[in-house]
């Protein structure tokens, strides 16, 4: 028998052998599924890489384009126009945007403000009938429990043969005055709890604006990118800062050096006359109310109107309008108002 042990080994020697090959299987497995998902993430850095040097390799081009418009006498001072009237497009899109933002966060505040109210009074109304019930409760219990006690003292001052004769029908009725005490305290404390829940009650989420909100909003945000564009009194000057915005450096020639001399100082003039502007909240709402008059939708549901619709820009001086001119601040996109307008 052992020799025969020696030849073909043992059953249990056969079972380790069996459990080796699996475990070198699996690892094996798991090696092969790490190696492909290195691989995998190898091919994404590389691809991240190649994104990248493409991407320095570009903003390597616009600095040596740069450069040379600033080593050129002929472009040096169209650079500094160029950059000065993006600032200006800048600055008035972040002016939109700040106001666009400001005027949506106290619409939506005061419309929250209104719900609050209208769910606090509902609240307040729901606790004052609680309240009530409460209280007849109450009294409903104290004049049962006064019965209770007249009742207990009137079978007391009862005569033997009396009070033996009615003791079952009086003690009847005590025990029917009892539980109609406790079924009035439980139900006292049930409206307890439900008052308290009631006091308790968590208020409404702000569930943003409605589509008449949101369409008003639109209305002052495009009637202000307006009062923009008349800060700086010509569609032409406007069109510069605009362009300045979306084109890059290089692809307007403002003129010689004197022209853009005379431009720098335009803008100067412009960037103070815009800063020293006044409070001009009667002049949008003027304004927002022609628009309105016109302004069209395509839907019910949309909140932005057709751009072809409120193409018209308004002069306000007072309370009426000075002039009126076509310029289509929304179609055009005029100070980023497209990212600007509630949705």
Known sequence: MSSLTAI??????KSQDSDKLLNLYWNR?????EFAGMRKEQFRLQDRIKQQEGATARLQQKLDFLENLLIDPQWVHNVMVFYQLRSLSL???????????????????????SILVRWNESRCEEAREVERQILQKR???????????????RLMNMSGF????RRRSVTAMLDNLAAQIDSLRHDEQQLKQSFEEIRNRLPPDNEGLDIPSKRSINLMILSFAQQLCVHFADDEFTLLVKEAGEKSVGAINYGNRNDCLQMLDRIQRRVELMERAED??????????????KAEFRQETDAVPIASSVASLYRIEGESVAGESRLNVLGENYWGIGAALSR
């Open 280 to 293: 001009y909240a009667n002049i949008l709402q003027k304004r927002a109310q022609l628009l309105s008059q």
């Open 91 to 113: 600055r008035c899109e972040q002016k939109l945007a700040k106001f666009a933002e400001q005027l949506k966060q106290q619409r939506e505040q005061k419309q929250h403000n």
């Open 162 to 165: 009396l009070k033996i004769f």
């Open 29 to 33: 497995a798991e090696l092969k599924k």
């Open 139 to 153: 009294d409903s219990m104290q004049q049962l429990e006064e019965k209770l006690q007249s009742e207990r003292q």
């Open 8 to 13: 073909f080994g043992s059953s249990e020697d």
